[in-house]
């Protein structure tokens, strides 16, 4: 099947679990060491206020620079990053529609690093007892998921299809270092619930009318907010 982006122009609770650390990393010491750390705040924070449970981690990953733990500078440059990307589909929505945008309001502090452990450190033995409900609260609240319109059985608006498109461009910058991948951005077309079969056609060809609209604008955005 053709690329469909062919013709763009390229110019983003109260104690920890019972881990076997041994199962993470390999067998010295230092790593070893840092888990166990890492394992250890986890727990912390789980038993925790969610707003409490942001702050604490604001301050655990504001002192990773002069922590010892090599899985918590990790964490925090994962969480720095993710930051970026809200920052760039927020101010690349603002630029096209000339409102505010709250792209992504659901991301506290919390989500980003249960969704860092479990899709970039391959921790996700750390947190898989909360992870479907802080991640499931992101995709099912914002409607510039699918899952959202799954749970209200309602339809997107264009709005909604727009940020999605600047959502997964953003995305796939950030997956490829300030590049496009269209072969990527053609395997994560978006999938609408069965309710919406009538009009799955229509609502993907504004996802893709938009993201060659606004590939420029998206890419420029992310090396703005690096």
Same mark, same amino acid.
């Given at each position: 099947m053709p690329n469909v982006f062919s013709n763009t122009t390229q110019s983003q609770t109260t104690e920890a679990n019972s881990i076997n650390v041994r199962n993470l990393v390999e067998h010295? /010491?230092?790593?070893?060491?840092? @888990?166990?750390?890492?394992? *250890?705040?986890?727990?912390?924070?789980? %038993?925790?206020?969610?707003?409490?449970? /942001?702050?604490?981690? /604001? =301050?655990?990953?504001?002192e990773h620079t002069s922590a010892s733990s090599d899985q918590l500078t990790q964490l925090a440059q994962l969480v720095s990053v993710e930051r970026k990307h809200v920052a760039c589909v927020r101010a690349a929505h603002e630029h096209v529609t000339g409102r505010s945008s709250e792209h992504d309001h659901t991301k506290d502090t919390w989500y980003m690093v249960? *969704?860092?452990? @479990?899709?970039?450190?391959?921790?996700?033995?750390?947190?898989?007892?909360?992870? =479907?409900?802080?991640? %499931?609260?992101?995709?099912?609240?914002?409607p510039h998921?699918?899952? !959202?319109?799954?749970?209200?059985? %309602?339809?997107?608006?264009?709005? /909604?299809?727009?940020?999605?498109? #600047? =959502?997964? #461009?953003?995305?796939n910058q950030q997956r490829n270092g300030g590049k496009y991948d269209w072969e990527q951005m053609e395997?994560?077309?978006?999938?609408?619930?069965?309710?919406?079969?009538?009009?799955?056609?229509?609502?993907? &060809?504004? !996802?893709?009318? !938009?993201?060659? &609209?606004?590939?420029? #604008?998206? &890419?420029? *955005?992310? &090396?703005? @907010?690096?």
């Open positions: 010295d /010491n230092e790593s070893e060491t840092t @888990v166990v750390e890492l394992t *250890t705040l986890i727990g912390q924070s789980k %038993g925790l206020d969610r707003d409490v449970a /942001n702050r604490f981690w /604001n =301050d655990r990953l504001r249960v *969704t860092a452990l @479990v899709f970039s450190m391959q921790l996700k033995d750390l947190v898989s007892d909360v992870m =479907d409900d802080v991640i %499931g609260d992101h995709v099912t609240a914002e998921h699918e899952a !959202y319109f799954e749970r209200t059985k %309602g339809a997107p608006s264009d709005d /909604n299809v727009l940020e999605m498109a #600047l =959502d997964r #461009l953003a995305r395997r994560f077309l978006p999938k609408w619930p069965r309710h919406l079969a009538d009009i799955q056609e229509e609502l993907l &060809q504004t !996802y893709k009318d !938009y993201c060659r &609209q606004h590939s420029s #604008l998206v &890419q420029r *955005t992310w &090396q703005l @907010v690096q």
